[in-house]
């Protein structure tokens, strides 16, 4: 499976993206998918996860009541909406899939395909 991110560019703090995740190669409802996010000199954090049917989202502490992932399976897509952006979410974000199709993980080695990534920046 093969995945594309896309949506990323500059925003104001407050403002809103939506990122979305294009899987071409692969069945992706047959997976669990997440996105990920690796800020400057930081390692690769966990953002968001949901299962192949779309139940049990689970984030990050800090993008809690913020963001919101989502899947539409008829269309092998992903999507993360990023609403009250703050400078703190700049960062490199990549849509990650490959677990088990009921399984909601953290754990970004569970994961067997990834996306190029996309950034988003968040200016003060």
């Known amino acids: 499976v093969q995945l594309q991110a896309s949506g990323g560019g500059l925003v104001q703090a407050g403002g809103s993206l939506r990122l979305s995740c294009a899987a071409s190669?692969?069945?992706?409802?047959?997976?669990?998918v997440g996105w990920f996010r690796q800020a400057p000199g930081k390692e690769r954090e966990f953002v968001a996860a949901?299962?192949?049917?779309?139940?049990?989202?689970y984030y990050e502490d800090s993008v809690k009541g913020r963001f919101t992932i989502s899947r539409d399976n008829a269309k092998n897509m992903v999507y993360v909406q990023m609403n009250s952006l703050k400078p703190e979410d700049t960062a490199v974000y990549y849509c990650?899939?490959?677990?088990?199709?009921?399984?909601?993980?953290?754990?970004?080695?569970?994961?067997?395909?990834w996306g190029q990534g996309t950034l988003v920046t968040v200016s003060s």
């Open positions: 990650a899939a490959g677990t088990a199709a009921w399984v909601v993980t953290t754990d970004s080695s569970e994961y067997r395909f």
């Open positions: 190669g692969g069945t992706l409802s047959r997976y669990g």
């Open positions: 949901i299962t192949w049917s779309g139940d049990g989202p």
